[in-house]
């Protein structure tokens, strides 16, 4: 029940934020070119927008199977050895982005003293997409390391066959 509802909300925030970039940018462009008025913000706030939206989708292309990989190794292994070698890339995903995270709660740290250039907030707050996006994605692994493992990625009806990976 958590995982579904943590997934479906996962998705909704990417969805949100990638349809604010749309929306800001589709403005700022008719504004621009329609009426000669730009706002100096937009672009910043899109940037920082999608570097979430960035952070924040790993952990469902992790259960889609859709990071990058690479196969050749695993694929030429017996089955033993093979899981095993999953379970080593999953510890070691786990390390590095545990790693990650921590670093990141010390760049957002580094950077709520100072402000951005357009938008006059404080640099910390979009360096929380780097501490909230490895959170995010640690509880997708978590959740979803089994099936990783054993390659029982999802898949949603819109996908086409030639889409999925093996």
Known sequence: MFETIFTAANRALVAGLLAGVFLIVFANVVGRYGFGVSLAWIEEAARHMMILGAFCGAGLA?????????????????????????????????????????????????????????????????????????????????LFARRFVVQEFEFHAEDTPSDRQV
Do not use: N, Q
Request: positive net charge; aromatic residues 12%; glycine residues 8%.
């Open 62 to 142: 992790l259960r889609e199977g859709r990071l990058v990989a690479i196969t050749a190794l695993p694929d030429h292994l017996p089955a033993g050895a093979r899981i095993a070698l999953r379970w080593i890339i999953v510890a070691v995903m786990f390390a590095f982005m545990a790693v990650l995270l921590w670093l990141g709660l010390k760049f957002v740290a580094f950077g709520w003293d100072k402000e951005t250039m357009s938008t006059g907030i404080s640099r910390g707050i979009p360096y929380m997409a780097i501490p909230l996006g490895c959170a995010i994605f640690l509880v997708h692994l978590a």
